[in-house]
């Protein structure tokens, strides 16, 4: 199957690296290399990551023969190691497209999507504990918690206990199975606000990859490792990410933290650097041709 990724908010998010000739930038989720393309086009050097050995396998034969790429198989929230493993130890610059590619999406296999029955996956990376392992291993309450908090799913608990009573039968193995279990744990006319399935879904996938773990460590270490002007350009798809990344940000420009009632600041903080916009969405346009961008949102921060 063909990795193809429609890259959502593309001129936004190339326009937020303030890219030139002198600038090393690292894309920590190059997946099909729509945006690494464009950024070695200009960039000095582009480091191209993705944790998914498809995505790399495709990185290599689109963009792995230009002179000032390097492609690394690494999550994002390893750039420190990545760029050590180069022989770096600063970037200028670094681009995060969260959430799940299109080809992931779309490759029925991977058992990310709930409109194809597949395998019970979603791991980005081939590695590691699976959904099918969630699904069947984690108790009752666990299951609750994670659909709940990574889903924001009201019928958390009715989907969690009706996910032991199945298993206890047989082990749910396959997305359609998933699928089946939700519906029969909603009321009938909740399953016409939307597919029944894609809070849940987003929770397990999210629990699987430690994606909101990962980011916050990936935004950490990003910081810790720009120049002076260099800015992290980030997507996100979902309420809980873009939470996350706004509160991070926003506590980066924050300046003096005393109490209101202090006549002076003895603080000493300082702000860290600057918000070059507050949120970019798509246009209409961009929706009308890619309907899975409309979650979308783009922030950046630029290093003092």
């Known amino acids: 199957m063909q990795f193809v990724h429609k ?56 963009i792995g023969s230009l002179p000032n790429v390097s492609i690394v198989q690494s999550n994002f929230s390893d750039i420190k190691k990545v ?43 081939k590695s590691g504990i699976s959904a099918f392992d969630v699904v069947n291993s984690y108790d009752e309450k666990s299951l609750a918690d994670i659909i709940w908090k990574y889903g924001e799913e009201k019928f958390s608990r009715s989907i969690a206990k009706n996910i032991v009573k199945a298993r206890e039968e047989k082990p749910i193995e396959t997305t359609f199975q998933l699928v089946d279990i939700i519906k029969a744990s909603m009321p ?63 506590g980066w420009v924050k300046g003096c933290i005393c109490p209101r009632e202090f006549p002076v600041c003895v603080c000493g903080n300082k702000p860290k650097g600057e918000l070059p916009f507050k949120s970019k969405a798509p246009g209409e346009t961009e929706l009308s041709e890619n309907p899975r961008a409309r979650s979308s949102r783009l922030r950046a921060f630029k290093k003092y």
């Open 7 to 62: 890259s959502v908010l593309f001129d936004e998010a190339i326009a937020a690296l303030e890219l030139n000739e002198s600038k090393i930038i690292a894309d920590g989720t190059a997946g099909g290399g729509g945006h690494s393309r464009e950024i070695a086009k200009t960039a000095k050097r582009l480091i191209a990551i993705d944790q998914d050995p498809d995505a790399v396998q495709v990185l290599r034969e689109r």
């Open 83 to 125: 760029i050590a493993d180069l022989n770096m130890d600063k970037i200028d610059g670094m681009l995060l497209d969260l959430g799940v590619s299109s080809f992931q999406l779309d490759n029925g296999e991977r058992g990310f999507s709930f409109h194809q029955n597949a395998p019970l996956d979603m791991r980005m990376s």
């Open 188 to 250: 009938a006319k909740e399953l016409k606000k939307g597919h029944p399935a894609r809070k849940t879904f987003q929770a397990i996938r999210i629990e699987v990859n430690a994606e909101l773990d990962r980011l916050d460590k990936a935004l950490d270490d990003a910081f810790d490792c720009l120049n002076p002007g260099g800015i992290i350009a980030v997507i996100t798809f979902h309420s809980l990410e873009d939470r996350l990344v706004k509160e991070k940000f926003a």
